[in-house]
């Protein structure tokens, strides 16, 4: 009876087999739920009007007409009077991609005769660029245009997007309108979508500092960023615990501060993820945090910790009062400028610990000649003012966490300034755009913080612009960014820990400010992760049920 019982819309519990998992069990596991059972993905009467859309387009209407369409006669290619031709590898690269995500699980291959001639309707879907310049082989960057239109009508569905990454985004919404019925045929249903972010920053980071992450997860996870309209990698690549970035003017640092040998990014490493991500629209913005979290730097640049009259083996901060620590910072972000093409470094300058700093009799003599007092927090604003001035030397900007904006340095007027504490984060954006500082939201979606039960939908039910102020102080928030720091999470659990939970952050960050249903949104992003499941994403389960496609 199992799958007929689910159909018939009667309780999921019914279903035991052992062939599934034991989420059919006993009543002490279902005392725990107070949330009720929902059924599965491919249930009818749970369906959303939107199907599996996930972000939700800005506008939508999708008919009840549906087009069957079969693998073996479909084919996505470059439309009519398209700027992009056959020489754009992005494009290319991605038809093929997208053909392989839309029927790649599919068995149609072992079908008899029988199916394979089926009449089909929709043969193809169109790519058409209709700006001069295509941006084929450029960066995607903060202004980039992400805005498509997809129509879906017989005999051929149309994207069309000013430049390649609208024909991205295009690209996912179509494979997403895709469904396959018991049988195994295909169809999309009519429809006409105009789409575009409602943020243009819309962010994932990652640290493969406190635990290293090999290229493979990093790149997993920005197919799941793509697929999810993210188009920013933070890439929080050191801190205190280790240093893998492999530096060529620099090679030491990551020689005596990578956990080993093997626990590096190398050159060639880092390009690899910056044109994975580019061919998927997404940015990758490297953070080089300082003068805090440099405990795996080369020690000369850091201040010796002294314990009463004598210096102590520790070491504190970097040492803002030395010249020597600027030509270092100027050639290493030289570096980092030329290997990163984004516009943006991410500073850092969270969480400085001024202990060190006041124990060195050499600081307190440095602080007493520049007139700081014991005001450590304006030797912090004296060294993040110096490295703001190296990045912007080199024709970079920079982003900066809340810290250095509370402790009062004065940032360059494009310095983005990204809010992560918890505390009354709506007044912090409030006081930080008040000052015509552009900001980033990532206070109420750390991530890494878990807890029992379905935690996305506080993640979901956040409003970035939910503070008291003006329309011109909302518009210098770029959006935000869900942070999964990695003290717990190495490669065997960033997937399933990130995905979906993060999908509820790239809905709030692209859909319109009304999306906010929470039970549409479930029936949604359940279906969702079972299509992040087929494409290998290994994304954890919402809450009970299954997915219909394989044993889970
Ligand atoms: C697609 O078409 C089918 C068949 O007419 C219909 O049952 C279904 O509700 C439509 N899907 C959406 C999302 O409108
Ligand atoms: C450091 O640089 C400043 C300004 O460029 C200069 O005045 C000072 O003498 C330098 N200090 C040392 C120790 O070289
Ligand atoms: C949100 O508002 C827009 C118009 O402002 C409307 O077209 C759309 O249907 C609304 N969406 C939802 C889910 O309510």
Not at 24 to 48: C, I, M, Y
Request: proline share 6%.
């Amino acid at each position: 009876m199992g799958l007929l019982g689910l159909l018939l819309g009667i309780s999921a519990v019914l279903v035991v087999s052992s062939r599934y998992p034991t989420w059919a069990a006993g009543a002490a596991d279902k005392a725990r739920h107070q949330e009720p059972l929902f059924l599965s993905p491919g249930t009818p009467l749970d369906a959303s009007p939107f199907g599996s859309l996930w972000p939700l387009p800005q506008s939508l209407r999708i008919s009840p007409e549906r087009f069957r369409l079969a693998p073996y006669q479909f084919q996505i290619v470059h439309g009519p009077g398209s700027s992009a031709g056959p020489d754009c590898l992005l494009l290319q690269d991605a038809f093929r991609r997208y053909y392989e995500y839309m029927f790649g699980y599919s068995k149609w291959q072992n079908r008899d005769e029988k199916t394979l001639l089926c009449e089909t309707e929709l043969s193809s879907l169109q790519v058409i660029i209709t700006s001069e310049d295509s941006e084929c082989d450029k960066f995607p960057s903060i202004t980039s245009d992400e805005a498509y239109q997809l129509q879906v009508s017989k005999p051929t569905a149309v994207v069309k997007a000013g430049k390649v990454w609208g024909a991205l985004r295009g690209l996912e919404t179509f494979s997403q309108l895709l469904h396959e019925d018991d049988c195994g045929s295909y169809f999309v249903n009519e429809s006409d979508i105009t789409d575009f972010p409602r943020f243009a920053y819309r962010g994932i980071l990652l640290d493969t500092s406190r635990h290293f992450l090999p290229l493979k997860a990093i790149l997993t996870n920005l197919d799941a960023m793509a697929f999810n309209k993210f188009n920013v990698l933070h890439w929080h690549i050191i801190d205190d615990p280790s240093f893998p970035y492999q530096s060529t003017a620099f090679p030491e640092l990551s020689a005596q501060g990578a956990y080993s040998p093997n626990h590096v990014y190398t050159p060639i490493d880092v390009r690899n993820v910056i044109e994975y991500a580019r061919l998927r629209g997404i940015r990758v913005i490297p953070e080089f945090d300082s003068p805090g979290h440099t405990q795996s730097w080369r020690k000369d640049i850091l201040v010796p910790c002294y314990s009463g009259k004598h210096p102590s083996s520790s070491y504190g901060p970097v040492n803002p009062i030395l010249n020597t620590t600027y030509n270092f910072m100027m050639k290493l972000f030289e570096e980092v400028g030329t290997v990163f093409p984004d516009d943006y470094i991410h500073l850092g300058g969270d969480e400085v610990d001024f202990s060190c700093w006041n124990s060195n009799p050499d600081v307190t003599e440095f602080m007493r000649k520049k007139g700081f007092g014991f005001w450590y927090s304006k030797l912090e604003s004296y060294y993040v003012e110096k490295i703001l001035d190296i990045v912007t030397s080199l024709n970079k900007k920079s982003i900066v966490w809340q810290e250095v904006f509370d402790h009062g340095a004065k940032l360059q007027p494009d310095t983005i300034v990204e809010v992560w504490k918890s505390f009354l984060y709506y007044s912090e954006l409030a006081r930080v755009t008040k000052q015509g500082h552009q900001a980033i939201l990532a206070a109420p979606w750390y991530l890494d913080l878990i807890r029992y039960g379905e935690d996305w939908k506080n993640y979901y039910s956040v409003e970035p612009l939910n503070f008291i102020g003006s329309k011109s102080q909302k518009e210098l928030v770029l959006g935000g960014e869900a942070c999964l720091w990695g003290e717990y999470v190495d490669a065997t659990n960033l997937t399933p820990r990130l995905w979906p939970r993060a999908s509820a952050v790239g809905e709030r960050l692209w859909s319109s400010k009304n999306v906010t249903d929470v039970s549409d949104a479930y029936k949604r992003l359940t279906q969702h992760r079972c299509r992040m499941l087929r494409r290998g994403i290994a994304a954890q389960p919402l809450s009970v049920g299954y997915c219909g496609h394989a044993f889970i």
